[in-house]
């Protein structure tokens, strides 16, 4: 199995809606501007798509303030869709709402069955694991009805515990190469982490671990320079992104598309 975690054909991403303002937040910084948020996720489409991935841009859905974060209500995994279960009231539609689409252009979809819940943005895939971080959104039910279905995949699912304060597991790591792993010295401290090389956000740069790497791309959000330069010495190719908008609302770059390979 070559690579599946990080290499990609296609993308799937959806227009942040002007609801936006009203998206979920720990902590109240004021709201997102809609415009530049649109316009930020455009720049974030237009990189998507300069490393050789299709990339479809589903129209914004009012409905769902949160909707652009797209990636927490599904999973992707070898053409298969896993429709999730979001564990925010106002996101749980957001997975029924995307359904079609996933019918349409992947392979396959399976809808996870279960009482709990399950947040994209809580699952880490690398070639050969499916690490699923349990947190306010995603719980020990949901993670564990997961389970076969990865494992069907030909994955081995892994349970983790993401640190109390940390929305999601993926806000502070992300997957570099099948080996490697960025993520902020807290979590990774937990030792999840400990059957991969790990390379650490730099001081004060936690919001570097919300990374994604798309083929010979790893997107970084803008305000990091000290982890940017880590990595770029560390030989990877570093395209830094603005992701302003998407900060106030807790959401970092993974969030803002699916990555899959059809
Ligand atoms: C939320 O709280 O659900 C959104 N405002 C942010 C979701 C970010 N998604 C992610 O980290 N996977």
């Known amino acids: 199995m070559a690579n599946h975690s990080f290499t990609f054909?296609?993308?799937?991403?959806?227009?942040?809606?002007?609801?936006?303002?009203d998206g979920l937040r720990a902590e109240d910084q004021g709201d997102p501007s809609a415009d530049v948020f649109r316009s930020e996720h455009a720049s974030y489409v237009a990189a998507l798509r300069a490393t050789g991935a299709e990339v479809e841009v589903l129209p914004a859905d009012e409905r769902f303030p949160d909707s652009v974060f797209i990636e927490d209500a599904a999973l992707c995994l070898k053409g298969q869709a896993i429709v999730l279960?979001?564990?925010?009231?106002?996101?749980?539609?957001?997975?029924?709402?995307?359904r079609p689409d996933l019918t349409r252009i992947m392979t396959g979809v399976i809808d996870l069955q279960t009482e709990g819940f399950v947040d994209g943005g809580d699952i880490l895939c690398s070639d050969h694991e499916v690490m699923v971080g349990l947190s306010a959104r995603t719980d020990r039910t949901g993670a564990e009805d997961l389970g076969p279905i990865v494992s069907d995949l030909g994955y081995k699912l892994r349970i983790l515990e993401t640190p109390a304060d940390i929305l999601h597991f993926k806000t502070e790591s992300s997957l570099l190469?099948?080996?490697?792993?960025?993520?902020?010295?807290?979590?990774?401290?937990?030792?999840?982490?400990?059957?991969?090389?790990?390379?650490?956000?730099?001081?004060?740069?936690?919001?570097?671990?919300?990374?994604?790497?798309?083929?010979?791309?790893?997107?970084?959000s803008s305000g990091n320079p000290r982890t940017a330069d880590a990595l770029d010495k560390a030989g990877y190719k570093v395209v830094v992104l603005d992701t302003t908008q998407a900060t106030l609302v807790d959401g970092g770059l993974s969030c803002m598309s699916l990555r899959f390979s059809i």
């Not at 054909?9 to 303002?21: D, E, F, M």
């Open 177 to 220: 190469d099948a080996e490697t792993i960025l993520a902020t010295p807290k979590l990774s401290a937990s030792g999840c982490f400990d059957d991969y090389r790990v390379i650490h956000t730099a001081e004060g740069e936690d919001l570097a671990a919300n990374a994604i790497r798309v083929n010979d791309t790893v997107f970084l």
């Open 9 to 21: 054909t296609h993308a799937l991403c959806r227009t942040p809606s002007n609801s936006v303002t």
């Open 85 to 98: 279960r979001p564990g925010a009231e106002t996101r749980l539609g957001e997975a029924a709402a995307l």
